[in-house]
Protein backbone atom coordinates (compact mmCIF):
# COMPACT_ATOMS: atom_id res chain seq x y z
CA UNK A 1 0.00 0.00 0.00
CA UNK A 2 1.44 3.11 -1.02
CA UNK A 3 -0.45 6.60 -0.23
CA UNK A 4 -1.18 9.23 -2.90
CA UNK A 5 -0.31 12.00 -0.05
CA UNK A 6 1.10 12.01 3.29
CA UNK A 7 0.75 14.44 6.18
CA UNK A 8 2.21 14.88 9.43
CA UNK A 9 0.99 16.39 12.77
CA UNK A 10 3.53 17.86 15.10
CA UNK A 11 1.18 18.40 17.90
CA UNK A 12 0.73 20.86 21.10
CA UNK A 13 -1.11 21.24 23.78
CA UNK A 14 -0.64 24.83 24.33
CA UNK A 15 -3.81 26.35 26.38
CA UNK A 16 -2.87 29.77 24.03
CA UNK A 17 -2.98 30.11 20.14
CA UNK A 18 1.00 29.62 19.59
CA UNK A 19 3.64 29.75 16.44
CA UNK A 20 6.78 28.81 15.75
CA UNK A 21 8.82 26.27 17.96
CA UNK A 22 6.42 23.99 20.18
CA UNK A 23 3.48 24.51 18.14
CA UNK A 24 1.69 22.55 15.59
CA UNK A 25 3.14 21.62 12.17
CA UNK A 26 1.71 20.08 9.20
CA UNK A 27 4.14 18.91 6.86
CA UNK A 28 3.34 16.99 3.58
CA UNK A 29 5.10 14.55 1.06
CA UNK A 30 5.82 17.73 -1.38
CA UNK A 31 8.24 19.04 1.44
CA UNK A 32 5.56 21.94 2.15
CA UNK A 33 5.07 22.96 5.96
CA UNK A 34 2.40 25.10 7.39
CA UNK A 35 2.23 26.38 10.82
CA UNK A 36 -1.39 25.73 12.63
CA UNK A 37 -2.21 28.38 16.06
CA UNK A 38 -4.30 26.65 17.34
CA UNK A 39 -6.14 22.85 17.09
CA UNK A 40 -9.45 24.07 15.83
CA UNK A 41 -7.00 25.69 12.92
CA UNK A 42 -5.19 22.30 13.05
CA UNK A 43 -8.39 20.50 12.22
CA UNK A 44 -10.12 22.84 9.75
CA UNK A 45 -6.37 21.80 7.67
CA UNK A 46 -6.92 17.90 8.11
CA UNK A 47 -10.84 18.14 7.24
CA UNK A 48 -10.11 20.20 3.76
CA UNK A 49 -7.13 17.69 3.04
CA UNK A 50 -9.20 14.69 3.87
CA UNK A 51 -11.81 16.39 1.48
CA UNK A 52 -9.98 17.01 -1.16
CA UNK A 53 -8.36 14.05 -1.21
CA UNK A 54 -11.54 12.07 -1.49
CA UNK A 55 -12.85 14.62 -3.93
CA UNK A 56 -9.78 13.56 -6.43
CA UNK A 57 -10.39 9.67 -5.80
CA UNK A 58 -6.96 9.49 -4.04
CA UNK A 59 -5.68 8.15 -0.96
CA UNK A 60 -4.16 9.70 2.50
CA UNK A 61 -1.92 8.62 5.06
CA UNK A 62 -1.67 11.10 8.24
CA UNK A 63 0.31 10.79 10.99
CA UNK A 64 0.47 12.73 14.08
CA UNK A 65 2.73 12.52 17.05
CA UNK A 66 1.37 11.42 20.25
CA UNK A 67 -0.56 8.11 21.51
CA UNK A 68 -3.24 6.67 19.96
CA UNK A 69 -3.97 4.60 23.00
CA UNK A 70 -2.77 3.39 26.55
CA UNK A 71 -1.29 0.48 28.58
CA UNK A 72 -3.27 -2.57 28.27
CA UNK A 73 -6.50 -2.37 31.05
CA UNK A 74 -6.58 0.97 30.70
CA UNK A 75 -9.61 0.81 27.97
CA UNK A 76 -11.86 -1.77 29.93
CA UNK A 77 -10.75 0.43 33.12
CA UNK A 78 -12.46 3.43 31.61
CA UNK A 79 -14.93 2.68 29.21
CA UNK A 80 -15.48 -1.13 30.04
CA UNK A 81 -14.15 -2.18 26.84
CA UNK A 82 -10.95 -3.43 25.50
CA UNK A 83 -10.99 -0.97 22.46
CA UNK A 84 -8.59 1.46 21.87
CA UNK A 85 -11.37 3.28 19.98
CA UNK A 86 -13.84 3.19 22.55
CA UNK A 87 -11.39 5.82 24.56
CA UNK A 88 -11.51 7.87 21.74
CA UNK A 89 -15.35 8.16 21.78
CA UNK A 90 -15.13 8.80 26.15
CA UNK A 91 -12.76 11.65 25.51
CA UNK A 92 -14.45 13.15 22.26
CA UNK A 93 -17.42 13.39 24.28
CA UNK A 94 -15.70 15.09 27.40
CA UNK A 95 -13.10 17.51 26.49
CA UNK A 96 -13.77 20.90 26.33
CA UNK A 97 -10.85 22.77 23.89
CA UNK A 98 -12.09 26.06 23.02
CA UNK A 99 -11.48 27.62 20.02
CA UNK A 100 -8.72 29.89 21.58
CA UNK A 101 -7.00 26.69 22.75
CA UNK A 102 -7.80 26.43 26.07
CA UNK A 103 -9.13 23.23 27.54
CA UNK A 104 -10.03 21.09 30.38
CA UNK A 105 -7.46 18.65 29.82
CA UNK A 106 -6.03 18.83 33.73
CA UNK A 107 -9.70 18.67 35.04
CA UNK A 108 -10.27 15.45 33.21
CA UNK A 109 -7.10 14.10 33.85
CA UNK A 110 -8.25 14.28 37.64
CA UNK A 111 -11.45 13.09 36.19
CA UNK A 112 -10.61 10.29 34.94
CA UNK A 113 -8.27 9.05 37.99
CA UNK A 114 -11.28 9.75 39.81
CA UNK A 115 -13.06 6.72 37.99
CA UNK A 116 -9.96 4.77 38.83
CA UNK A 117 -8.07 2.43 41.98
CA UNK A 118 -5.47 4.33 43.68
CA UNK A 119 -3.91 7.39 43.31
CA UNK A 120 -3.16 7.71 39.15
CA UNK A 121 -2.32 7.00 36.67
CA UNK A 122 -2.49 10.78 35.35
CA UNK A 123 -0.43 13.26 37.05
CA UNK A 124 1.58 16.98 37.00
CA UNK A 125 -1.27 19.12 37.97
CA UNK A 126 0.23 22.44 36.37
CA UNK A 127 -2.28 24.26 37.20
CA UNK A 128 -2.32 26.55 40.16
CA UNK A 129 -5.68 24.94 41.62
CA UNK A 130 -5.69 21.72 43.49
CA UNK A 131 -6.85 18.60 41.99
CA UNK A 132 -8.07 15.88 44.58
CA UNK A 133 -7.53 13.28 41.96
CA UNK A 134 -4.42 14.36 39.88
CA UNK A 135 -0.95 14.45 41.76
CA UNK A 136 1.43 17.07 41.10
CA UNK A 137 4.64 14.43 41.37
CA UNK A 138 4.58 10.89 39.58
CA UNK A 139 5.82 9.20 42.51
CA UNK A 140 3.03 10.00 44.86
CA UNK A 141 1.04 7.63 42.51
CA UNK A 142 -0.26 4.23 43.67
CA UNK A 143 -2.21 1.33 43.10
CA UNK A 144 -4.05 2.03 39.43
CA UNK A 145 -2.65 -0.91 38.50
CA UNK A 146 -1.25 0.17 34.95
CA UNK A 147 2.00 -0.05 33.57
CA UNK A 148 3.67 3.35 33.17
CA UNK A 149 4.51 3.22 28.94
CA UNK A 150 3.08 1.17 25.77
CA UNK A 151 5.76 -1.85 24.47
CA UNK A 152 6.01 0.70 21.93
CA UNK A 153 7.34 3.21 23.99
CA UNK A 154 9.73 1.12 25.69
CA UNK A 155 11.35 0.42 22.42
CA UNK A 156 11.46 4.22 21.27
CA UNK A 157 14.31 6.05 22.27
CA UNK A 158 12.70 9.46 24.28
CA UNK A 159 9.58 8.41 24.16
CA UNK A 160 7.05 10.28 27.27
CA UNK A 161 4.95 8.21 29.29
CA UNK A 162 1.01 8.99 28.28
CA UNK A 163 0.30 9.17 31.72
CA UNK A 164 2.30 12.48 32.12
CA UNK A 165 -0.20 15.53 31.55
CA UNK A 166 2.84 18.27 31.89
CA UNK A 167 6.65 19.39 31.80
CA UNK A 168 9.01 18.76 28.86
CA UNK A 169 7.80 15.81 26.82
CA UNK A 170 3.94 15.63 28.17
CA UNK A 171 2.80 13.45 25.25
CA UNK A 172 -0.21 12.71 28.01
CA UNK A 173 -1.75 16.08 27.37
CA UNK A 174 -1.08 15.73 23.60
CA UNK A 175 -2.47 12.79 23.52
CA UNK A 176 -5.98 14.07 25.93
CA UNK A 177 -6.37 17.09 23.25
CA UNK A 178 -5.02 15.28 19.89
CA UNK A 179 -7.60 11.97 20.44
CA UNK A 180 -10.19 13.99 20.67
CA UNK A 181 -9.47 16.21 17.31
CA UNK A 182 -8.94 12.55 15.73
CA UNK A 183 -12.29 11.46 16.90
CA UNK A 184 -13.84 14.71 15.21
CA UNK A 185 -12.20 13.77 12.05
CA UNK A 186 -13.89 10.08 11.89
CA UNK A 187 -17.20 11.23 13.11
CA UNK A 188 -16.59 14.06 10.03
CA UNK A 189 -15.91 11.78 6.77
CA UNK A 190 -17.91 8.30 8.08
CA UNK A 191 -16.45 5.52 6.93
CA UNK A 192 -14.06 7.09 5.28
CA UNK A 193 -10.72 6.76 7.77
CA UNK A 194 -9.16 3.97 9.43
CA UNK A 195 -6.64 3.70 12.58
CA UNK A 196 -3.99 2.00 12.08
CA UNK A 197 -3.10 -0.60 14.12
CA UNK A 198 -6.95 -0.88 15.66
CA UNK A 199 -8.73 -1.09 12.15
CA UNK A 200 -8.22 -2.81 8.48
CA UNK A 201 -6.96 -0.52 5.96
CA UNK A 202 -9.76 -0.67 3.49
CA UNK A 203 -10.32 2.97 3.60
CA UNK A 204 -9.03 6.23 1.88
CA UNK A 205 -7.23 7.53 4.68
CA UNK A 206 -5.44 6.09 7.77
CA UNK A 207 -4.55 7.75 10.66
CA UNK A 208 -1.39 6.82 12.36
CA UNK A 209 0.29 7.25 15.08
CA UNK A 210 3.81 8.53 14.42
CA UNK A 211 6.97 9.39 16.54
CA UNK A 212 9.40 12.13 14.47
CA UNK A 213 12.43 10.96 16.99
CA UNK A 214 12.84 7.99 14.80
CA UNK A 215 14.78 10.55 12.39
CA UNK A 216 16.77 12.29 14.94
CA UNK A 217 19.81 12.56 13.41
CA UNK A 218 18.41 13.66 9.82
CA UNK A 219 16.52 15.87 11.09
CA UNK A 220 19.32 17.84 13.14
CA UNK A 221 21.35 17.44 10.09
CA UNK A 222 19.00 19.30 7.86
CA UNK A 223 17.59 22.54 9.96
CA UNK A 224 19.32 25.17 8.71
CA UNK A 225 18.50 29.02 9.21
CA UNK A 226 14.97 30.14 9.71
CA UNK A 227 13.88 26.66 10.08
CA UNK A 228 12.81 25.32 13.33
CA UNK A 229 13.10 21.76 14.41
CA UNK A 230 9.17 20.74 14.55
CA UNK A 231 8.80 22.30 10.98
CA UNK A 232 11.93 19.97 9.62
CA UNK A 233 10.67 16.87 10.98
CA UNK A 234 7.36 16.93 9.72
CA UNK A 235 8.32 17.38 6.88
CA UNK A 236 10.80 14.71 6.94
CA UNK A 237 9.29 12.26 7.87
CA UNK A 238 6.23 12.47 5.82
CA UNK A 239 8.59 12.81 2.69
CA UNK A 240 10.35 9.64 4.11
CA UNK A 241 6.98 8.12 4.28
CA UNK A 242 6.06 8.99 0.76
CA UNK A 243 9.42 8.13 -1.02
CA UNK A 244 8.82 4.43 0.43
CA UNK A 245 7.97 1.95 -2.75
CA UNK A 246 5.25 0.40 0.03
CA UNK A 247 4.33 1.00 3.32
CA UNK A 248 3.95 -2.75 3.95
CA UNK A 249 6.97 -3.79 6.01
CA UNK A 250 5.87 -1.18 8.33
CA UNK A 251 2.16 -1.78 8.40
CA UNK A 252 2.23 -5.14 8.13
CA UNK A 253 4.90 -6.63 10.26
CA UNK A 254 4.49 -7.09 13.74
CA UNK A 255 7.12 -5.94 16.38
CA UNK A 256 10.55 -7.51 16.89
CA UNK A 257 10.94 -7.86 20.60
CA UNK A 258 13.33 -10.37 20.44
CA UNK A 259 13.24 -14.36 20.89
CA UNK A 260 9.04 -14.16 21.56
CA UNK A 261 6.22 -12.78 19.41
CA UNK A 262 4.29 -9.74 20.61
CA UNK A 263 0.36 -11.10 20.67
CA UNK A 264 -1.44 -8.99 18.05
CA UNK A 265 -4.35 -8.55 20.86
CA UNK A 266 -1.47 -6.13 22.80
CA UNK A 267 -0.93 -4.29 19.77
CA UNK A 268 -4.23 -3.48 18.90
CA UNK A 269 -5.18 -1.98 22.40
CA UNK A 270 -1.67 -0.59 23.16
CA UNK A 271 -1.17 0.72 19.45
CA UNK A 272 2.24 1.01 17.62
CA UNK A 273 4.63 3.54 16.65
CA UNK A 274 4.62 3.58 12.45
CA UNK A 275 8.17 3.26 11.62
CA UNK A 276 9.15 1.97 14.85
CA UNK A 277 11.98 -0.57 14.34
CA UNK A 278 12.28 0.13 10.53
CA UNK A 279 14.10 3.32 10.85
CA UNK A 280 16.99 2.35 8.43
CA UNK A 281 14.15 1.71 5.36
CA UNK A 282 13.10 5.81 6.70
CA UNK A 283 16.56 7.07 6.19
CA UNK A 284 17.53 5.62 3.17
CA UNK A 285 13.89 7.17 1.80
CA UNK A 286 15.00 10.62 3.07
CA UNK A 287 18.14 10.61 1.22
CA UNK A 288 16.54 10.40 -2.24
CA UNK A 289 13.99 13.18 -1.94
CA UNK A 290 16.13 15.34 0.40
CA UNK A 291 19.85 14.82 -0.03
CA UNK A 292 22.34 16.54 2.26
CA UNK A 293 24.35 19.09 0.51
CA UNK A 294 28.02 18.37 0.70
CA UNK A 295 30.34 20.35 2.97
Known amino acids: MTPDRVAILDWSAANTPRRGKDSIWLGREDGTTQNLPTRQAAFDACAALIDDTLTEGKTLLIGADFPFAYPVGFARALTGRDDPLAIWDWLARHLQDGPDNRSNRFALGDAINARLPGTGPFWFN ?67 IAVWPFEPLTRPVILAEVFPSLLAAEVTARIAPGLVKDQVQVRALAQALAALPSLA ?34 RAALRTVWPLRAG
Open 126 to 192: ATREDLAHLPRKGRTRDGHGFAEHRLCDGQAKGAQSPWKLGGAGSVGSQALTGIPMLQRLRAAFPGQ
Open 249 to 282: PLLETGPDTGPDTVPDSRIREEGWILGLGHEDLL
